[in-house]
């Protein structure tokens, strides 16, 4: 089942408990403390966001690969706020979609390809199609239940 047929944030929420297992997946210490970017106020309240913009990433890549840091940027960017004056468009901390796609990088689901960014491998692919599998089935399951 491709990814593409599945509920986004069905499918992000299953990746980020499958993502946790993974021993190269780990949020660095300064991931407590940083923002997302400069349009925010004040850093993530999730314990797990690490994990949740890392399976985001993985299925950005998945649908758009080969990306790059600059429209993973662009992607994960925000208004920033500036008090009276008009709102502007500012993008997403690099850092942190940096780290994350050495990362996944690391754990094989990704490769870097040059002067083009990253792009899913087949490990990739097959992790995140079962786990589609896996969502459609349940939502699924759900319909024919009564939708409970």
């Known amino acids: 089942m491709p990814v593409r047929d599945v509920p986004a944030g069905k499918l992000i929420d299953k990746v980020?408990?499958?993502?946790?297992?993974?021993?190269?997946?780990?949020p660095p210490e300064w991931s407590f403390y940083v923002k997302t970017g400069v349009h925010k106020e004040r850093p993530p309240n999730q314990p797990d966001w690490w994990y949740v913009r890392a399976a985001s990433?993985?299925?950005r890549i998945y649908l758009e690969?080969?990306?790059?840091v600059s429209r993973l940027r662009t992607r994960y960017g925000g208004r920033k706020n500036r008090g009276s004056a008009p709102e502007h468009f500012r993008r997403g901390g690099g850092k942190i979609i940096r780290t994350i796609l050495q990362q996944l990088e690391s754990a094989g689901f990704i490769k870097r390809v040059e002067k083009e960014g990253r792009k899913i491998t087949r490990r990739g692919v097959e992790f995140l199609e079962k786990i589609s599998n896996d969502v459609m089935r349940e939502t699924r399951m759900g319909e024919t239940h009564g939708g409970r």
């Open 57 to 59: 990433i993985l299925r």
């Open 65 to 68: 690969g080969p990306v790059g």
């Open 16 to 26: 980020t408990q499958e993502l946790k297992k993974f021993e190269e997946l780990k």
